[in-house]
């Protein structure tokens, strides 16, 4: 049995009937519009979460409402867009060391870490017993952070094994502290003229890729803006100094370009390291072998003009053995257009290994000669001419002793009639013929045993005489000792020369 409803009494059918009547009638202008708007704040407010009551919310959540999309958005820079945003930057230096001379490369371990003023993640009035908010990358995605490259570099990427080294500090005021560990291999354009003694200076070049300076500003901290490991050691160099500049960088595509994602100038901030290289390892690899061998190369003067074998042996291997050193101090650097101190010492002890072996060939070939040398006097000067032109030395003696006859001759007086010579007759039937101005007036004088006596006829001739002059002085030497002369000479000429190169070499390097 189904129990029936009680029928409605006359209030409750009063507005039922009133109801009924205000659905029928039309709606006012203006009253759909209210109506949506009603429902669309309605939905904002549950979209965008509210961010009090902030005290029983934990840091995640507190960040998360404060850089919800309704309320922030993290590609807007911090900030009125009149004034530039200020960034102060503190750099810790890890490691740094040469990555390769042969590539112009140094590689740099570093924490960078950038301090600037975001008003919008301010939250001291919705959280005043939050002292500080602390996150990692998850933090980075969601809100802005300035965007800085080396602009020197030639690879980097942020350190970290399985998350990356990224953290993000959060103030009451707004303030942002945001750190990163970076692994970079940057450039150094290095001049190596006076290698391995050279000193270089390498920039660390910090500037921002997104803002201008019109709407970015970077500065180094006031207190200590860069700070050194202090157990940093470098292998190869001395680090002789460091300094920080902050400049601007001019416009990329010129000054009329004024559009577009790249124009204008950009902030930038820079790290100078002035470096030394160690020259101990260069001293003691290079430069002390080479010395020992080219002094190795004088041994040949101590030898045998004739001992071949021994003296070409120490020469060319002293001379093999000093490509090969050299080569393998020349193959770690890079080639380049200029000279460098490395290769003119190359050069210098190149020309006294192969002199030694100049001068032995030049002994041997004086020594294996047979003819004695003529010598005006055996000193330098006489001696190494005749061993250079015998035969001319010879034929300029000869020429001396007949320049001294004719000097002789020309000094006689005027009337030669004081003067005779007498010439004996070989036959009886001999002709002589005598100019006019001296016969009788006759071009022909027969001449008899008759004659004159003791067949004999007197002709005035000039005094001539070959004897040589009284200072004059000859000495002969033979081939071997003259080899044996130029040996002793030379042990004392080439070290001395070498002494001689060697104080030029490095007056260059230290002046």
């Known amino acids: 049995m189904v129990a029936r409803a009680p029928p409605p009494s006359s209030a409750a059918a009063f507005a039922l009937a009133l109801g009924a009547l205000l659905s029928c009638a039309p709606a006012p202008p203006g009253a759909a519009a209210a109506a949506v708007g009603a429902s669309g704040g309605d939905a904002e407010r549950q979209t965008c979460p509210a961010l009090q009551p902030a005290e029983a919310l934990s840091h995640t959540d507190l960040v998360r409402r404060l850089t919800d999309p309704c309320r922030y958005d993290r590609l ?59 996150g990692e990358g998850e933090m980075q995605d969601r809100i802005w952070t300035p965007h800085v490259y080396l602009s020197n570099e030639h690879t980097s990427g942020v ?18 502290i945001f750190a990163f560990r970076l692994k970079a291999v940057l450039f150094c354009w290095m001049r ?32 200590s803006p860069v700070v050194l490991n202090p157990l940093l050691h470098l292998s190869e160099y001395t680090l002789v100094n460091m300094w920080t500049n902050e400049t601007n960088t001019g416009s990329y595509f010129g000054t009329k370009y004024n559009r ?21 390892y260069y001293m003691m690899d290079y ?8 002094g190795i190369s004088w041994v040949s003067f101590w030898l045998e003009a004739n001992a071949l074998a021994a003296r070409i042996n120490l020469g060319t291997s002293t001379m093999l053995t000093f490509i090969t050193l050299s080569s393998k101090t020349g193959s770690q650097l890079p080639k380049v257009s200029y000279i460098k101190a490395s290769e003119i010492w190359f050069l210098g002890c190149t020309a006294f290994i192969i002199g030694s072996l100049v001068e032995f060939a030049f002994v041997n070939t004086i020594y294996r000669r047979r003819k004695n040398v003529e010598l005006v006097k055996a000193d330098t000067k006489n001696i190494l001419k005749s061993a250079l032109t015998p035969k001319l030395a010879r034929k300029q003696l000869m020429q001396q002793k007949g320049n001294a006859i004719l000097e002789r001759s020309s000094s006689c007086p005027s009337g030669m009639n004081n003067s005779t010579a007498t010439l004996s007759m070989q036959s009886t039937s001999s002709m002589l013929e005598i100019p006019g101005s001296l016969g009788s007036g006759k071009g022909i004088l027969d001449a008899t045993p008759d004659s004159s006596p003791n067949n004999s006829i007197e002709i005035p001739v000039p005094n001539v005489t070959n004897t040589p002059s009284p200072g004059t002085s000859f000495t002969t030497m033979t081939p071997q000792e003259i080899a044996q002369w130029i040996d002793t000479r030379s042990r004392f000429c080439f070290p001395l020369a070498f002494l001689v190169f060697n104080a030029l070499y490095w007056s260059f390097i230290w002046i």
């Open 159 to 176: 350190m970290g094994t399985q998350v990356k080294d990224v953290l993000i500090s959060i103030y009451p005021d707004g303030a942002v």
């Open 287 to 294: 430069y002390v072998p080479s010395i020992l061998l080219v």
């Open 192 to 223: 190596l003229e006076k290698f391995p003694f050279d000193e270089q200076r390498c920039p660390l070049v910090l500037e921002s890729w997104t803002y201008n300076s019109s709407d970015l500003l970077l500065q180094w901290e006031d207190d």
């Open 76 to 134: 807007r820079r911090p900030g009125s867009g009149d004034q530039p945003l200020n960034v102060s930057t503190r750099a810790y230096v890890y490691l740094f060391q040469s990555d390769s001379a042969q590539t112009l490369h140094f590689q740099v371990h570093l924490l960078l870490q950038f301090r600037y003023e975001d008003p919008r993640l301010a939250y001291s009035d919705i959280a005043p017993h939050v002292s500080e908010v602390v």
């Open 260 to 280: 577009g994602p790249v124009h204008g100038q950009y902030s930038s901030l820079s790290i100078t390291f002035h470096l030394a290289r160690e020259m101990g």
